[in-house]
């Protein structure tokens, strides 16, 4: 269990990081939110498993058009649409500073939030912290410094240089949490319109997503890739694989306040199909072309990728198995503008 106790002159600590890699938890907008949460004295069951869940990063794969564009994951790239579904989830108004041009003009504003107790997210941090482009929170000021509580750390770290470029401020309450059953039932019944997302400009979704990585290795568009490191390419995407094919639990949450959901065991059994791909393309037999050690030579040559492209494109037929199955349930029934915490997000 989490504990938490008050720090004299900022918000509240919480025992251990915001979010243990070892555990998956590869997508620190929701070890925030997680924070945030334990600071406005919510269940420690509103944790990061709940609102990957209830986001729906925990379902997506994305593909970033541009190959020179690391695409991370659905909230880091799709922030707004995270944001909504997870202060929608906790009942409470935000707002969210999707650009910041002077760090500075901010300093009263994140002064005044901390004096209230309440963290604020931040994209990037102190220049010496190495952490330019995920979600921290500032959990503390001094007359020189902001302290920021990245998601791997277990105590705050001060920053005397501001370079945050994005912000989240926690608003007003406007409601009571979503109950955790009807949370996760709200998170199944999205996953067919996730995993049928259509693109957009930059980047597509879901089953597009994962055809889309196929393509892209095999069809010899990057055969002038002159970038060593391939991660944009194909790691990315890979260590996306791994963070999402078992839903993170996602299933079995549900399972467990639905038992009569049986047919949910098929999915999950889709679901380990999909995690077995993984294994096989990232670690077995040192992953297929390299796995996570893929070379730009490779990356270059279609014919080399073909191994990699037959199991990507068997996850993009898995996870359409997996939309029509929960969709042939009928499931988006459930997701009515009638409750009283209105229209989901």
């Known amino acids: ?57 925990s379902v997506m794969q994305i593909f970033a058009k541009n190959p020179s564009v690391e695409a991370w994951s659905y909230s880091h790239e799709c ?17 969210y500073i999707a650009s910041v041009e002077n ?8 002064r005044e939030s901390i004096d209230r107790g309440l963290p604020v997210i931040a994209r990037g941090g102190g220049k010496t912290d190495g952490l330019q482009i995920d979600f921290n929170c500032i959990v503390g000021y001094d007359d020189g410094a902001l302290y920021y509580l990245f998601c791997d750390k277990e105590q705050p770290s001060p920053a005397t240089e501001y370079d945050f470029s994005e912000l989240v401020f926690v608003g007003n309450k406007k409601s009571d949490p979503i109950p955790l059953v009807e949370g996760y039932m709200e998170a199944l019944c999205r996953v067919p319109s996730l995993l049928t997302k259509p693109a957009t400009e930059k980047l597509s979704f879901g089953i597009q997503a994962f055809e889309d990585w196929a393509d892209q290795l095999s069809d010899g568009s990057l055969a002038d890739y002159d970038n060593q490191n391939v991660w944009s390419v194909h ?29 949910l065991a098929d999915v999950k059994k889709q679901y380990d199909e999909l995690s077995d791909i993984f294994q096989t393309l990232a670690y077995r037999d040192g992953g297929v072309c390299g796995g996570f050690d893929m070379r730009p030579e490779d990356v270059r040559a279609p014919e080399k990728m073909r191994p990699a492209c037959a199991l990507i494109r068997r996850a993009a037929k898995v996870t359409r198995m997996i939309s029509e199955c929960i969709k042939g349930h009928a499931l988006s029934d459930l997701l009515t503008t009638s409750s009283p915490k209105g229209a989901r997000p």
């Open 1 to 57: 269990m989490t504990m938490v106790s008050d720090m004299s002159g900022g918000c509240k600590r919480i025992q251990g990081v915001l979010c243990d890699g070892m555990k998956g938890e590869n997508y620190w907008l929701h070890g925030c939110m997680k924070y945030i949460a334990a600071c406005l004295d919510l269940p420690t069951q509103y944790n990061y498993q709940f609102f990957n869940c209830y986001s729906g990063d």
């Open 79 to 95: 922030t707004r649409e995270a944001l909504e579904r997870c202060f929608f989830a906790i009942g409470y108004n935000f707002t």
């Open 103 to 110: 760090a500075v003009d901010w300093l009263p504003r994140i």
């Open 235 to 263: 790691g990315t995407y890979l260590c996306m694989l791994g963070s999402n094919s078992s839903g993170f639990g996602l299933f079995d949450k549900v399972m467990e306040y639905h038992p009569e959901m049986t047919w």
